[in-house]
């Protein structure tokens, strides 16, 4: 017979251990509405393209075909609707501001975790690629994993992606402006803004110029005034660019290129276009244009420079442009057609690179 004192005491620390489980939930369960109130109180995200995206990435069903990954020079150049239109195939594009390849890649598994994606475009900007891991602003990685779901993809981002001390500002969204609690002003705005039926239901932002335009892509009205600017000679020189260290980024691109391989996606690379005078008054541009185009070479993948797309093929005024740097809707209509003629070509094994491009961008 077991003692009856046994018994109490075996009854007694199995109640305290549940009353200590449940308190720990409580207490879990509380600190997760204080982050979340807090969230809500603090960030003004009511004009955010990337909350508008990954909510549509999420609700997205089935397949997406052709995933286009980079930063604000992917997202305003790639128009996922009319590639779509043009060619058949489910297109979405994950571009973000200041997008590095450390986020592309884990955009990209999140993507893969959640759809069954055949054709990544990644964008090819020489800029992101010659950015040190401690040089990065990691606003670009805080607006993706301020929206990601939770997994283990995102406890990764949020881990791999930045420093030890950097971790509170990455997971706790609401720390970054913390200041801003005690202004009652801005706490006052950021809830009229969240308490409108267009932030509830994830409408579309709706700029001046601009606006978002569905599945990732923004769709801006303004064009580029050249005359207007008298500051040429003051934009960074591509050969000072290239001077940083790439060890990091090229870790990243290698494992978006193993993953692609891993999955059976077929792999383009892709430059979205700049304003020619630009491009002049930055270059020598020639010697980014050879970096990238040898490591598609390494990776054994295409790569597109639609700074070298010949004439015939893509001409683009200063009417296309927003800025020096960035195409408009317009702009990117231009482009996103010619992208899905040089698609299907690609499709049939057809596709001549030198029929489209000239070899080096001072021969155009």
Not at 30 to 44: E, F, M, Q, R, S
Not at 94 to 117: C, F, K, M, P
Not at 176 to 185: A, C, F, V
Request: aromatic share 12%; with cysteine; net charge negative.
């Amino acid at each position: 017979m077991i003692p009856v004192s046994f018994c109490i005491h075996s009854f007694s620390g199995r109640s305290a251990a549940i009353r200590f489980a449940a308190m720990a939930l409580l207490v879990a369960l509380l600190t997760g509405l204080t982050i979340k109130a807090c969230n809500y109180l603090i960030v003004d995200d009511s004009k955010s393209y990337t909350r508008l995206t990954m909510h549509e990435l999420y609700e997205t069903e089935g397949a997406i075909d052709t995933l286009f990954l980079g930063s604000s020079h992917c997202f305003r150049a790639y128009d996922p609707n009319l590639f779509t239109e043009l060619t058949g195939k489910t297109a979405f594009n994950l571009g973000s501001s200041s997008q590095n390849y450390d986020t592309s890649y884990y955009l990209l598994r999140e993507a893969v975790r959640t759809h069954e994606i055949k054709t990544v475009y990644l964008d090819m900007h020489y800029k992101f690629l010659f950015v040190d891991k401690t040089d990065r602003d990691l606003v670009q990685a805080n607006i993706i994993s301020d929206y990601m779901k939770p997994s283990f993809n995102k406890l990764e981002f949020l881990t791999q992606t930045a420093e030890l001390r950097q971790l509170t500002n990455r997971i706790f969204p609401f720390r970054r402006d913390w200041k801003k609690l005690g202004d009652p002003s801005y706490i006052k705005e950021v809830l009229k803004n969240k308490q409108t039926r267009a932030y509830r239901d994830f409408e579309p932002v709706v700029l001046e110029q601009e606006r978002y335009a569905g599945k990732g892509f923004v769709y801006s009205e303004e064009e580029l005034d050249a005359e207007a600017i008298t500051w040429w000679e003051n934009f960074g020189k591509v050969e000072e660019d290239m001077n940083s260290t790439v060890t990091y980024t090229l870790s990243y691109l290698e494992r978006i290129v193993k993953l692609c391989r891993e999955e059976n996606i077929r792999l383009i690379l892709v430059t979205a276009p700049s304003f020619d005078e630009y491009l002049e008054a930055i270059g020598p541009y020639d010697p980014a244009h050879a970096y990238i185009k040898e490591l598609a070479a390494q990776y054994e993948v295409p790569y597109l420079d639609l700074n070298l797309c010949k004439e015939e093929y893509l001409s683009l005024a200063e009417d296309s442009f927003l800025d020096v740097d960035h195409l408009n809707g317009k702009g990117a209509g231009i482009v996103t057609e010619l992208l899905a003629q040089m698609d299907s070509r690609l499709d049939s094994g057809q596709l001549n690179i030198d029929e489209y491009f000239n070899p080096w961008y001072d021969e155009r």
